[in-house]
Every structure is written in structure tokens, then in C-alpha cells.
Nanobody, 126 residues
Framework: QVQLVESGGGLVPAGGSLRLSCAAS????????MGWFRQAPGKEREFVAA????????YYTDSVKGRFTISRDNAKNTVYLQKNSLKPEDTAVYYC???????????????????WGRGTQVTVSS
């Protein structure tokens, strides 16, 4: 079982930056694909970014390309989401997710992930 705890959310003005962190428990973190999703009020949860187990490959949804960066520190069992040039439409609860299968390929859909954090609220004011 893997436990994920997100942190770093908050209120930020449009154009600002924020870095989310997700701390994972367990000894196999460095072998797992990790992802970030978000859910805005009244909308379904959507994929934001994913990173391979080694950190060598990343993938982003089009709306955040060039503004968000996903990274990981396997020594700290932590994955990050650096968010720059934030827009009001980035307002959402952001969730960290982990794929159970070790050394898997990148995954971009909810059903591909097995473990989820409780989320952290990000609000971008206009």
C-alpha cells in the first residue's frame, strides 16, 4: 500500500507561481510512474502531468505545456509540480497519483493509477 500526501496549495494571483509536493510512503517509489490530476468545481477530474519512474520522461496536458513542470526526487520519495504563469482556470483541487505496476510506461488516465492522495486546493485569483 502506498500513501500519498500533497502539500503546497494555496491562493495565488494570476501570473504567479506555486510548487506542489507529493510525499509518498513505501520502498518502491523510485519504480513507480507518478501523475498529477486536478478537479475544478463542477467538472470531472482531469489529467495534468505524468513522470516516468526514472524521471527521464514526462507528459503534459496541452493546457499546461510550457507553464507546468513535473519532477521527482527519488531519494526523498517526492514528486513535484512547479506551476508558473498561473491562470484563473487553473483553480482546482490537485491530486497526486501513483501507478502500482513497477517500471510501467507513462499513464494519462485515471484508471491507470492505483493510489491517490487527498488533494490540495489551488486557487488563482484574477
Amino acid at each position: 500500500q502506498v500513501q500519498l500526501v500533497e502539500s503546497g496549495g494555496g491562493l495565488v494571483p494570476a501570473g504567479g507561481s506555486l510548487r506542489l509536493s507529493c510525499a509518498a510512503s513505501g520502498r518502491t517509489f523510485s519504480s513507480k510512474v507518478m501523475g498529477w490530476f486536478r478537479q475544478a468545481p463542477g467538472k470531472e477530474r482531469e489529467f495534468v502531468a505524468a513522470i516516468s519512474w526514472s524521471g527521464g520522461s514526462t507528459y503534459y496536458t496541452d493546457s499546461v505545456k510550457g507553464r507546468f513542470t513535473i519532477s521527482r526526487d527519488n531519494a526523498k520519495n517526492t514528486v513535484y509540480l512547479q506551476k508558473n504563469s498561473l491562470k484563473p482556470e487553473d483553480t482546482a483541487v490537485y491530486y497526486c497519483a501513483a501507478k502500482k505496476t513497477l517500471y510501467a510506461i507513462l499513464a494519462v488516465t485515471e484508471r491507470d493509477y492505483d493510489y491517490w492522495g487527498r488533494g490540495t486546493q489551488v486557487t488563482v485569483s484574477s
